[in-house]
Nanobody, 117 residues
Framework: QVQLVESGGGLVQPGGSLRLSCAASGYTRNFVLMGWHRQGPGKERELVATMLSGGSTNYADSVKGRFIISRDNAKNTVSLQMNNLKPEDTAIYYC???????????WGQGTQVTVSS
């Protein structure tokens, strides 16, 4: 059974940085897609950044230029470097991964990121 475990959340001041990591287990092949979504207070879950196994990336407009996604296909891990954090980045961040044949999406349990002075 596929499991995704996030780490690295916490409290940071505006302008600060955090790095989130996600480790997948229970799957021996490369995920077609790995990435991050988030859900802020009173908001719907939204895409933050994703990366295909070939390296193509997709970022939400709100984080472009500030966040960097990376992944290690050999280890089935994905990370999110978050720089110049803003209060509006406060959310629970969820790791996600998608398999191929069958096409299934998995979610981690989430990690809280709070940006506040």
């Amino acid at each position: 059974q596929v499991q995704l475990v996030e780490s690295g959340g916490g409290l940071v001041q505006p302008g600060g940085s955090l790095r989130l990591s996600c480790a997948a287990s229970g799957y021996t092949r490369n995920f077609v897609l790995m990435g991050w979504h988030r859900q802020g207070p009173g908001k719907e879950r939204e895409l933050v950044a994703t990366m295909l196994s070939g390296g193509s990336t997709n970022y939400a407009d709100s984080v472009k230029g500030r966040f960097i996604i990376s992944r290690d296909n050999a280890k089935n891990t994905v990370s999110l470097q978050m720089n110049n954090l803003k209060p509006e980045d406060t959310a629970i961040y969820y790791c996600t991964a998608v398999t191929n044949l069958p096409n299934l999406r998995f979610w981690g349990q989430g990690t809280q990121v709070t940006v506040s002075s």
